[in-house]
């Protein structure tokens, strides 16, 4: 077993994490286990480790990795005019704002400012 994996183990117990009568039942604890069991297995140190980390937290928030281009296709029609990006469900076109030609950003420091295209997200 892995120092990571070791580390984990005993920190989720100490949490209670996985305890059987814990949130989920122990299944919170015992899933984070696995996703730090395979990320051990892929011999990351250092450097390459971090970057993992990063890619997958930004791919598990449902955030893009490279910047929004605003193209047709990045756009789910709700109807009424009101378009929702696929790639980041925080962004809109909606009619009743900036004309409904410009996007905006509900999770950006100001949720209804225009944004323009390329866009990356603060967070």
């Given at each position: 077993m892995s120092n990571l994996v070791e580390h984990a183990k005993k920190e989720l117990e100490l949490a209670g994490l996985l305890d059987k009568d814990s949130d989920y039942a122990g299944q919170m604890g015992e899933a984070v286990l696995k996703m730090i069991q395979a990320f051990a297995a892929?011999?990351?140190?250092?450097?390459?480790?971090?970057?993992?980390?990063q890619i997958f937290e930004k791919l598990a928030r449902f955030q893009p990795l490279a910047p929004l281009t605003g193209a047709d296709d990045e756009w789910f029609d709700h109807g009424n005019g009101v378009f929702q990006n696929k790639r980041l469900g925080s962004v809109f076109k909606d009619p009743r704002f900036h004309d409904g030609k410009l996007a905006f950003d509900i999770d950006a420091p100001e949720p209804r400012a225009a944004i323009s295209f390329p866009y990356s997200p603060p967070h």
């Open positions: 892929e011999g990351h140190s250092g450097g390459s480790a971090q970057m993992a980390i």
